[in-house]
């Protein structure tokens, strides 16, 4: 069992090897089912110049957005990064590169990273600024750009529940890029609230095979809310 | 009178179809949700990852856990399903989708359109928007017909940078419901109130008006 046995025990040591200049794979969208604490070590430990992958940016003081006090963050490959001030000034100023890629695409690309495709055609983004510089294919009368696969030196991300070998469930919406983002990095750390024993979980109930997972940690999450809207009764 | 937001809603609601999976983006597209007739079902899209979305939550209901492509908080509805967000986007690119319906700045006589981006503004980014225009095959786009300044939103070439390539074949505007055939904006409906003229004075693309251009029901 020990080989198979994730569990680190520390995030010191969930995020050991991580160097400066490397690119990271995240999950998460928005705030939701955002691997938090492991964003917080990478402030911690004070990396700079990395290339992050993931939907959004976090928010001021939320999420990825705490990379970008110190200026750690070097590029951004996200589809969507409103709501973060600090980023926009980052970008207006030229400190952050930004590649604007369409939800989608960037969900395939982690996707394609993790399952050695080096690139696939997608008709999204043909005839648009994204489309621009790539390879175009005609397939059945449409057009489709080439994009590139994404894969990253160390992939971080968030689920609920695991099993001591990796197993992972996740819950509801924040599974979001999750299970993609764990595939697609060399070093894969995972997050999560509860780990359990090998053996209580049900193996037709996982959600992402523990063989893409290197490292687990079970931790405590603040899950704070972007856009708290209700009902009345 | 052009419509208001919540018309523009209801006559939104109007092309939904008793077993649609529909994807409404984030605005006005959303608010078509209140107007699911009675005795219809439609399962709503969420592409971060939710087939089945109900309405806001009661405040003890609240779930960081379960929120919307817009990032707000949401329920689930029965028979709802969970996916990562590639599993989303296969069934979007995939053409699974039976509806979309997403707001625009732009668009133009050759069905392109311009939503996500103006130069020299702030860009926020396109989200999912590049994939629901390319992936949807039913797609009706929501929009004002023309700026504050009056000027036209229907174009014979849009001027922002796109966000998809001839994809739009319906749009629906506070002032009139158009199709786009062959290079050109064919008048369906007008709203209630607005005469065929005023829309032809709003609409820089080329139109098309049939004989007959029926009031909206809404």
Known sequence: ?233 | MALTREQLAQRVAQEFQDGYYVNLGIGIPTLAANYIPDGMQVMLQSENGLLGMGPFPLEEEVDADLINAGKQTVTMVKGASIFSSAESFAMIRGGHVDLTVLGAFEVDCQGNIASYMIPGKLIKGMGGAMDLVAGADNIIVVMTHASKHGESKLLPECTLPLTGKGCIKRVLTDMALLDIEGGKFILRERAPGVSVEEIASLTAGELVIPDSVPEMQV
């Open chain 1, 1 to 233: 069992m020990s080989g198979f046995d994730k569990v680190v025990g520390s995030y010191e040591e969930a995020m050991d090897g991580l160097e400066d200049n490397m690119t990271i794979v995240a999950g998460g969208f928005g705030l939701c089912g955002i691997p938090e604490n492991l964003i917080k070590e990478i402030k911690r430990r004070g990396t700079t110049g990395l290339t992050i992958a993931s939907n959004n940016a976090g928010t001021d003081g939320n999420g990825l957005g705490i990379l970008l006090e110190d200026k750690q963050i070097k590029k951004m490959i996200a589809s969507y990064v409103g709501e973060n001030a600090l980023f926009e000034a980052q970008m207006m100023s030229g400190e952050l590169e930004v590649e604007l890629t369409p939800q989608g695409t960037l969900a395939e690309k982690m996707r394609a990273g993790g399952a050695g495709i080096p690139a696939f055609f997608t008709a999204t983004g043909y005839g648009t600024p994204v489309g621009e510089g790539k390879e175009v294919r005609e397939f059945n009368g449409r057009h489709y750009i080439l994009e590139e696969a994404i894969q990253g030196d160390f992939s971080i991300a968030k689920a609920w529940k695991a099993d001591r070998m990796g197993n992972l469930i996740f819950r509801m919406t924040a599974r979001n890029f999750n299970p993609m983002a764990i595939t697609a990095g060399k070093i894969a750390v995972v997050e999560v609230e509860e780990i359990v024993e090998v053996g209580e979980l049900d193996p037709d109930q996982i959600h992402l095979p523990g063989i893409y997972v290197n490292r687990l940690i079970q931790g405590t999450f603040e899950k704070n809310i972007e856009k708290r809207t209700v009902r009345s009764a």
